[in-house]
């Protein structure tokens, strides 16, 4: 039996069976849902209740030669289902190959406005920016003493208006917010002693240099993207095509990069990451040229089709949520993202791992669109959404879902089959 038509507690006894699973954390899976109300509330602000996603894992990832299970949380059925169908072709093809920057640096802005003369104070602040070091060291000795810590500054007049201190800060396994702002924030009260000017603002940027974006690449043999009714070879030319139309077309580019966000965000959310930071940094970098272009592009060379992304990537594997929700935790351990080994630890192999996955979810839409098309596969996905929809419930779900499958896919469909369904019960 496939690993997709299991029920779930048996895909959690295979991955146990696997050692994939502790039973521990099978057991902490198996309770659905509900957080501690503690933890809860803890979290965010005026709490009122819990919502739930499912959580899935795409199997089989291969990254830099090791097979990983890749945990998603997305409430869109088809994002599991392409991620695995992607996995699956990469590891046919020996799978992605995945670089993660030798350092993990958020920058932060230190920004003053209405400075009486500017040209003075961006002489001290170029003056200072030894004490800078000093000050960022005393302001967070914890990340030094990891490794970490302040790594460059720069100063700079933008515009007319603002004199600003850029700060690129080690976090090390971190993502790193909140390290960097208690840096900006220290900095930003000195050199506004030293400048007699107190700052506007003082805080992280989410836009990531291309030194920090993470890269992954794979090279695929055109039959192995073979579709029902369509050669490989067509489809590989296909997904070249649709790649150079993103490069010139935004349209496309932006729903190309939603694509692979659909992959990179559902395993981001998986470890209790933030989102939107990776959301917001993704697409500026996407933006970076002035012209919002694919974070995956694919080309065809002596007839092999080479996929290759390009994507920041601010998460953590320590702090933040990653530590608080307990499912978080399970997520981190079936990825494998903390060493278990006492090696060090890094958040290079989730970034690679988060970089590969969006690279074959890319590949995935790609080849759907190059081949049969996205509604085929996204409909017959859809139909469980659809049953839930008309009404359905436990076992009703799978059974109008698949009585959906010969059907035209739509709501009063599911109604009147989830009907005659309990009429014949
Ligand atoms: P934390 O504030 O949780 O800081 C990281 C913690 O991890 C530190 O307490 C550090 O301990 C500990 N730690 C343990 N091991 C390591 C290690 N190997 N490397 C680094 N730190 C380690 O989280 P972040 O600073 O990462 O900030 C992330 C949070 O900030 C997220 O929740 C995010 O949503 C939020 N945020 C995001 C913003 C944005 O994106 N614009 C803005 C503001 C907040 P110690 O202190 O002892 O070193």
């Known amino acids: 039996m496939k690993f997709y038509e299991m029920t779930p507690q048996r895909r959690r006894s295979q991955m146990e069976a696997e050692g994939k699973l502790s039973p521990r954390d099978a057991q902490l ?39 990983r299970d890749v945990p998603m949380v997305t409430e869109e059925s088809s994002v599991v289902a392409a991620a695995s169908n992607g996995a699956r072709i ?28 500017r040209d003075a104070a961006l002489a001290v602040l170029l003056s200072r920016r030894r004490d800078m070091f000093a000050v960022a060291r005393r302001a967070k000795p914890s990340i030094v003493a990891r490794g970490g810590g302040l790594r460059d500054v720069s100063v700079e007049a933008v515009c007319d208006e603002f004199l600003k201190i850029t700060l690129d800060v080690d976090v090390q396994a971190a993502m790193g917010a909140n390290i960097v702002n208690t840096i900006a ?72 990069n939603k694509g692979i966000m659909n992959g990179i965000s559902a395993a981001v959310l998986a ?26 592009v694919w080309n065809m060379k002596e007839n092999r089709l080479v996929g290759r992304i390009s994507v920041p ?21 079936i990825g494998h993202y903390l060493p278990d080994d006492g090696s060090a630890v890094s958040v290079a192999v989730y970034q690679e791992t988060l970089a590969a996955l969006g690279l074959v979810q890319n590949l995935a839409a790609l080849r759907a669109l190059a081949g049969p098309g996205i509604q085929a596969g996204h409909m017959a996905l859809q139909a469980s959404n659809l049953a839930i929809a008309a009404g359905a419930r436990g076992a009703e779900i ?20 989830l009907e005659r369904l309990r009429s014949n019960l």
């Open 313 to 333: 990537l601010q998460v953590g594997v320590v702090g933040g949520a990653t530590t608080s929700l307990p499912a978080a935790g399970v997520a981190q351990r």
């Open 29 to 67: 899976l198996a309770r659905s849902g509900g957080l501690d109300p503690a933890i809860a509330d803890g979290l965010i602000e005026n709490q009122i209740g819990q919502f739930a996603l499912p959580l899935g894992v795409a199997r089989g990832l291969v990254v830099n030669g090791e097979s």
């Open 185 to 256: 924030e220290a900095v930003a009260t000195a050199a506004g002693d030293w400048i007699g000017v107190r700052a506007l603002t003082a805080i992280l940027t989410n836009a990531v240099c291309k030194a920090q974006a993470v890269t992954a690449e794979i090279v695929l043999d055109p039959l192995t993207v073979t579709c029902r009714d369509v050669a490989g070879e067509e489809v590989a030319e296909g997904i070249a095509r649709l790649s150079r139309l993103a490069e010139v077309d935004v349209e496309r580019a932006v729903t190309h």
């Open 398 to 417: 799978a059974a109008v879902a698949a009585a959906l499958q010969s059907c035209s896919k739509d709501l009063e469909t599911a109604k009147s089959l």
């Open 271 to 296: 470890t209790g990451n933030d989102t939107r930071a990776v959301e917001a940094g993704a697409h500026a970098f996407a933006a970076r040229t002035g012209h919002y272009r694919p974070l995956a």
């Open 90 to 117: 990469a590891a046919l093809n020996g799978g992605v190959v995945a670089h993660a920057p030798a350092e993990h640096c958020v920058r932060a802005e230190v920004v003053f406005a209405n400075v009486p003369d």
